[in-house]
DNA sequence: TATCTGTATTATTCGTCATAGTACAGTTGA
DNA sequence: TCAACTGTACTATGACGAATAATACAGATA
Protein backbone atom coordinates (compact mmCIF):
# COMPACT_ATOMS: atom_id res chain seq x y z
CA UNK A 1 0.00 0.00 0.00
CA UNK A 2 1.33 2.92 -1.34
CA UNK A 3 -0.83 5.42 0.43
CA UNK A 4 -2.29 6.50 3.83
CA UNK A 5 -5.37 7.47 5.02
CA UNK A 6 -5.39 11.41 6.16
CA UNK A 7 -8.13 11.84 8.65
CA UNK A 8 -8.02 15.61 8.28
CA UNK A 9 -8.73 15.25 4.86
CA UNK A 10 -12.43 16.98 4.27
CA UNK A 11 -12.86 13.96 1.69
CA UNK A 12 -14.51 10.89 2.75
CA UNK A 13 -12.08 8.09 3.65
CA UNK A 14 -14.17 5.49 1.25
CA UNK A 15 -13.14 8.19 -1.35
CA UNK A 16 -9.67 8.70 -0.32
CA UNK A 17 -9.43 4.94 -0.53
CA UNK A 18 -10.92 4.86 -4.32
CA UNK A 19 -8.39 7.42 -6.08
CA UNK A 20 -5.73 5.51 -4.07
CA UNK A 21 -6.34 2.42 -5.70
CA UNK A 22 -6.95 4.30 -8.71
CA UNK A 23 -4.16 5.91 -9.01
CA UNK A 24 -2.20 2.52 -8.27
CA UNK A 25 -4.01 0.41 -11.30
CA UNK A 26 -3.26 3.69 -13.54
CA UNK A 27 0.39 3.32 -12.64
CA UNK A 28 0.29 0.00 -12.93
CA UNK A 29 1.33 -0.94 -9.31
CA UNK A 30 -1.70 -3.63 -9.64
CA UNK A 31 -1.71 -5.70 -12.97
CA UNK A 32 -5.23 -6.31 -15.04
CA UNK A 33 -6.59 -9.53 -13.15
CA UNK A 34 -4.60 -9.50 -10.04
CA UNK A 35 -6.35 -9.38 -6.56
CA UNK A 36 -6.62 -6.61 -4.42
CA UNK A 37 -6.50 -7.00 -1.06
CA UNK A 38 -9.79 -8.66 0.87
CA UNK A 39 -11.79 -6.13 2.13
CA UNK A 40 -11.47 -7.22 5.38
CA UNK A 41 -7.58 -7.21 5.54
CA UNK A 42 -7.80 -3.86 3.98
CA UNK A 43 -10.13 -3.02 7.18
CA UNK A 44 -7.60 -4.43 9.24
CA UNK A 45 -4.58 -2.66 7.76
CA UNK A 46 -5.96 0.52 7.65
CA UNK A 47 -8.03 0.22 11.01
CA UNK A 48 -11.10 1.10 9.46
CA UNK A 49 -14.63 -0.71 9.14
CA UNK A 50 -14.71 -3.25 6.34
CA UNK A 51 -18.16 -1.64 5.56
CA UNK A 52 -16.78 1.58 4.19
CA UNK A 53 -13.74 -0.89 2.63
CA UNK A 54 -16.98 -2.51 0.70
CA UNK A 55 -18.29 1.01 -0.48
CA UNK A 56 -15.02 2.02 -1.96
CA UNK A 57 -15.32 -1.74 -3.65
CA UNK A 58 -18.46 -1.08 -4.73
CA UNK A 59 -17.59 2.58 -6.70
CA UNK A 60 -14.31 0.84 -7.83
CA UNK A 61 -16.65 -1.68 -9.42
CA UNK A 62 -19.07 0.79 -10.76
CA UNK A 63 -16.46 3.49 -12.28
CA UNK A 64 -15.19 0.20 -14.63
CA UNK A 65 -11.71 -0.21 -12.54
CA UNK A 66 -11.93 -3.50 -11.09
CA UNK A 67 -14.29 -6.57 -10.81
CA UNK A 68 -15.90 -8.39 -8.28
CA UNK A 69 -16.49 -12.51 -7.99
CA UNK A 70 -18.19 -13.48 -4.92
CA UNK A 71 -15.88 -16.12 -2.81
CA UNK A 72 -12.81 -14.97 -4.74
CA UNK A 73 -12.21 -11.54 -4.69
CA UNK A 74 -12.26 -8.29 -6.47
CA UNK A 75 -9.69 -8.23 -9.62
CA UNK A 76 -8.28 -4.97 -11.47
CA UNK A 77 -10.18 -4.66 -15.03
CA UNK A 78 -7.97 -4.62 -18.05
CA UNK A 79 -7.19 -1.34 -18.46
CA UNK A 80 -7.36 -0.39 -22.29
CA UNK A 81 -9.02 3.12 -22.38
CA UNK A 82 -9.42 3.94 -18.71
CA UNK A 83 -5.72 5.72 -18.95
CA UNK A 84 -7.07 7.66 -21.56
CA UNK A 85 -10.07 8.38 -20.18
CA UNK A 86 -8.27 10.08 -17.55
CA UNK A 87 -6.09 11.70 -19.64
CA UNK A 88 -9.06 13.49 -21.35
CA UNK A 89 -10.10 14.31 -18.11
CA UNK A 90 -7.22 16.10 -16.88
CA UNK A 91 -6.93 18.09 -20.16
CA UNK A 92 -9.94 19.17 -19.92
CA UNK A 93 -9.49 20.42 -16.44
CA UNK A 94 -6.16 22.16 -17.84
CA UNK A 95 -7.97 24.10 -20.37
CA UNK A 96 -11.07 24.78 -17.61
CA UNK A 97 -8.26 26.15 -15.40
CA UNK A 98 -6.42 28.07 -18.41
CA UNK A 99 -9.42 29.95 -19.09
CA UNK A 100 -9.80 30.48 -15.26
CA UNK A 101 -6.59 32.21 -15.43
CA UNK A 102 -6.75 34.26 -18.20
CA UNK A 103 -10.08 35.37 -16.85
CA UNK A 104 -7.98 36.70 -14.03
CA UNK A 105 -5.53 38.33 -16.19
CA UNK A 106 -2.56 35.74 -15.72
CA UNK A 107 0.11 36.65 -18.33
CA UNK A 108 0.70 33.82 -21.41
CA UNK A 109 4.42 34.17 -19.73
CA UNK A 110 3.20 33.38 -15.66
CA UNK A 111 1.36 30.39 -17.69
CA UNK A 112 4.52 29.11 -19.50
CA UNK A 113 6.32 29.95 -16.44
CA UNK A 114 4.27 27.26 -14.51
CA UNK A 115 4.50 24.70 -17.07
CA UNK A 116 8.48 24.93 -16.96
CA UNK A 117 8.79 25.47 -13.47
CA UNK A 118 7.20 21.65 -12.63
CA UNK A 119 9.59 19.34 -14.10
CA UNK A 120 12.48 21.80 -14.75
CA UNK A 121 13.54 19.83 -17.53
CA UNK B 1 -27.14 38.40 -10.19
CA UNK B 2 -25.48 36.71 -12.96
CA UNK B 3 -25.42 33.42 -11.36
CA UNK B 4 -28.13 31.29 -10.01
CA UNK B 5 -27.89 28.22 -7.45
CA UNK B 6 -27.29 24.17 -8.70
CA UNK B 7 -29.39 21.92 -6.70
CA UNK B 8 -27.69 19.15 -8.51
CA UNK B 9 -24.31 20.52 -7.48
CA UNK B 10 -22.73 18.89 -4.58
CA UNK B 11 -20.97 21.52 -3.16
CA UNK B 12 -23.20 23.56 -0.39
CA UNK B 13 -25.39 26.62 -1.10
CA UNK B 14 -23.78 28.76 0.90
CA UNK B 15 -20.54 27.90 -1.02
CA UNK B 16 -22.05 28.77 -4.23
CA UNK B 17 -23.02 31.88 -3.18
CA UNK B 18 -19.75 32.74 -1.79
CA UNK B 19 -17.96 31.65 -4.88
CA UNK B 20 -20.57 33.76 -6.95
CA UNK B 21 -20.35 36.48 -5.03
CA UNK B 22 -16.11 36.64 -5.25
CA UNK B 23 -16.60 36.13 -9.01
CA UNK B 24 -18.76 39.36 -9.21
CA UNK B 25 -16.10 41.26 -7.75
CA UNK B 26 -12.90 40.22 -9.14
CA UNK B 27 -14.73 40.44 -12.49
CA UNK B 28 -15.41 44.09 -11.05
CA UNK B 29 -18.90 43.87 -11.56
CA UNK B 30 -19.78 45.21 -8.17
CA UNK B 31 -17.24 48.28 -6.96
CA UNK B 32 -15.31 49.18 -4.20
CA UNK B 33 -18.02 50.24 -1.44
CA UNK B 34 -20.89 49.39 -3.13
CA UNK B 35 -23.44 47.64 -1.15
CA UNK B 36 -23.93 43.39 -1.44
CA UNK B 37 -27.58 42.93 -1.80
CA UNK B 38 -29.17 42.68 1.95
CA UNK B 39 -29.74 39.25 3.75
CA UNK B 40 -33.15 39.04 3.18
CA UNK B 41 -33.97 40.62 -0.47
CA UNK B 42 -31.16 37.58 -1.34
CA UNK B 43 -32.70 35.52 0.08
CA UNK B 44 -35.95 36.16 -1.30
CA UNK B 45 -34.68 35.96 -4.96
CA UNK B 46 -32.61 32.90 -4.50
CA UNK B 47 -35.84 31.30 -3.00
CA UNK B 48 -33.14 30.20 0.21
CA UNK B 49 -33.13 30.66 3.66
CA UNK B 50 -32.00 34.51 4.85
CA UNK B 51 -29.69 31.96 7.02
CA UNK B 52 -27.56 30.43 4.52
CA UNK B 53 -27.20 33.67 2.77
CA UNK B 54 -26.04 35.18 6.01
CA UNK B 55 -23.44 32.17 6.11
CA UNK B 56 -22.16 33.09 3.00
CA UNK B 57 -21.75 36.65 3.87
CA UNK B 58 -20.03 35.54 6.63
CA UNK B 59 -17.54 33.36 5.25
CA UNK B 60 -17.59 36.42 2.77
CA UNK B 61 -16.27 39.00 5.74
CA UNK B 62 -14.22 36.59 6.90
CA UNK B 63 -12.04 35.70 3.59
CA UNK B 64 -11.36 39.30 3.28
CA UNK B 65 -14.03 40.27 0.16
CA UNK B 66 -16.39 42.51 2.00
CA UNK B 67 -16.99 44.59 5.32
CA UNK B 68 -20.47 44.68 7.06
CA UNK B 69 -21.72 47.42 9.16
CA UNK B 70 -25.09 46.05 11.34
CA UNK B 71 -27.93 48.44 10.54
CA UNK B 72 -26.38 49.75 6.75
CA UNK B 73 -25.41 46.09 5.10
CA UNK B 74 -22.65 44.30 3.33
CA UNK B 75 -19.99 46.23 1.17
CA UNK B 76 -17.34 45.49 -1.26
CA UNK B 77 -14.26 45.50 0.40
CA UNK B 78 -11.15 47.49 -1.40
CA UNK B 79 -9.68 44.32 -3.05
CA UNK B 80 -6.05 45.55 -4.08
CA UNK B 81 -4.60 42.27 -3.00
CA UNK B 82 -7.40 40.31 -3.36
CA UNK B 83 -6.97 39.39 -7.38
CA UNK B 84 -3.15 38.98 -6.64
CA UNK B 85 -3.97 35.84 -4.00
CA UNK B 86 -6.27 34.32 -6.63
CA UNK B 87 -3.84 34.56 -9.41
CA UNK B 88 -0.96 32.82 -7.19
CA UNK B 89 -3.84 30.59 -6.16
CA UNK B 90 -4.54 29.72 -9.71
CA UNK B 91 -0.94 28.92 -10.93
CA UNK B 92 -0.38 26.90 -7.74
CA UNK B 93 -3.44 24.84 -8.88
CA UNK B 94 -2.15 24.78 -12.68
CA UNK B 95 1.38 23.92 -11.67
CA UNK B 96 -0.47 20.83 -9.88
CA UNK B 97 -2.49 20.17 -12.46
CA UNK B 98 0.26 19.70 -15.20
CA UNK B 99 1.95 17.62 -12.80
CA UNK B 100 -0.33 14.89 -12.84
CA UNK B 101 -0.84 15.42 -16.21
CA UNK B 102 2.70 14.30 -17.05
CA UNK B 103 2.36 11.56 -14.65
CA UNK B 104 -0.68 10.15 -16.85
CA UNK B 105 1.73 10.70 -19.70
CA UNK B 106 0.24 13.79 -21.85
CA UNK B 107 2.72 14.88 -23.81
CA UNK B 108 4.20 18.57 -24.15
CA UNK B 109 2.62 19.03 -27.12
CA UNK B 110 -1.41 18.22 -25.88
CA UNK B 111 -0.42 20.26 -23.68
CA UNK B 112 0.63 23.11 -24.93
CA UNK B 113 -2.61 22.45 -27.59
CA UNK B 114 -4.97 22.70 -24.47
CA UNK B 115 -3.37 26.16 -23.78
CA UNK B 116 -3.58 27.14 -27.25
CA UNK B 117 -6.91 25.32 -28.25
CA UNK B 118 -8.64 27.74 -25.42
CA UNK B 119 -8.27 31.35 -27.37
CA UNK B 120 -7.77 30.61 -30.36
CA UNK B 121 -5.58 33.64 -30.55
C1' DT C 1 -41.87 55.95 13.82
C1' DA C 2 -42.18 52.33 10.52
C1' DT C 3 -39.07 49.80 7.95
C1' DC C 4 -35.11 48.64 6.44
C1' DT C 5 -30.24 46.63 7.73
C1' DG C 6 -26.86 42.95 10.01
C1' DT C 7 -26.53 39.70 13.71
C1' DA C 8 -27.48 36.06 17.11
C1' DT C 9 -29.78 32.15 18.99
C1' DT C 10 -32.33 27.82 19.41
C1' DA C 11 -34.73 23.95 17.47
C1' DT C 12 -35.69 20.74 13.91
C1' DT C 13 -35.14 18.07 9.71
C1' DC C 14 -32.42 15.76 6.45
C1' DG C 15 -28.70 13.28 4.22
C1' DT C 16 -23.99 11.41 4.26
C1' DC C 17 -20.28 9.16 6.48
C1' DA C 18 -18.62 5.78 9.42
C1' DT C 19 -19.03 2.20 12.71
C1' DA C 20 -20.98 -2.14 14.59
C1' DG C 21 -22.95 -6.51 14.35
C1' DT C 22 -24.87 -10.23 11.94
C1' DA C 23 -25.89 -13.17 8.23
C1' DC C 24 -25.57 -15.78 3.78
C1' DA C 25 -23.55 -17.92 -0.26
C1' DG C 26 -19.56 -19.01 -3.16
C1' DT C 27 -14.47 -20.53 -3.27
C1' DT C 28 -10.42 -22.78 -1.83
C1' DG C 29 -6.90 -25.56 0.15
C1' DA C 30 -5.54 -28.80 3.58
C1' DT D 1 -15.33 -32.84 3.89
C1' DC D 2 -14.71 -28.67 6.24
C1' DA D 3 -12.55 -24.74 8.24
C1' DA D 4 -11.28 -20.43 6.62
C1' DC D 5 -11.36 -17.44 3.43
C1' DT D 6 -13.98 -14.39 -0.18
C1' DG D 7 -17.81 -10.74 -1.62
C1' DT D 8 -22.30 -9.14 -0.44
C1' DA D 9 -26.48 -7.59 2.07
C1' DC D 10 -28.97 -5.77 5.79
C1' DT D 11 -30.29 -3.13 9.99
C1' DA D 12 -29.15 -0.05 13.65
C1' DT D 13 -26.67 3.64 15.65
C1' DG D 14 -23.95 7.88 16.38
C1' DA D 15 -21.77 12.00 14.57
C1' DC D 16 -21.71 15.76 11.70
C1' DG D 17 -22.79 19.41 8.32
C1' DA D 18 -26.27 21.75 5.60
C1' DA D 19 -30.46 23.93 5.42
C1' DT D 20 -34.74 25.50 7.18
C1' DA D 21 -37.74 27.83 10.59
C1' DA D 22 -38.95 31.10 13.92
C1' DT D 23 -37.67 34.76 16.87
C1' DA D 24 -35.27 38.44 18.78
C1' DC D 25 -32.31 42.60 19.25
C1' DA D 26 -29.84 46.78 17.95
C1' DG D 27 -28.37 50.18 14.55
C1' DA D 28 -29.64 53.12 10.43
C1' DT D 29 -32.76 55.78 7.65
C1' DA D 30 -36.31 58.28 5.27
Given at each position: ??W ?27 S ?25 Y ?10 S????G?F ?41 G????
Amino acid sequence: MVWTIDFRDKRPIYEQIVSGIEDEIINGLISPDEPLPSVRSLATDLSINPNTIQKAYRQLEADGYTYSVPGRGSFVKNTEGVREMKKKEVLRDLTDLIRRARELGVTEDEIKEAIKGDNGK
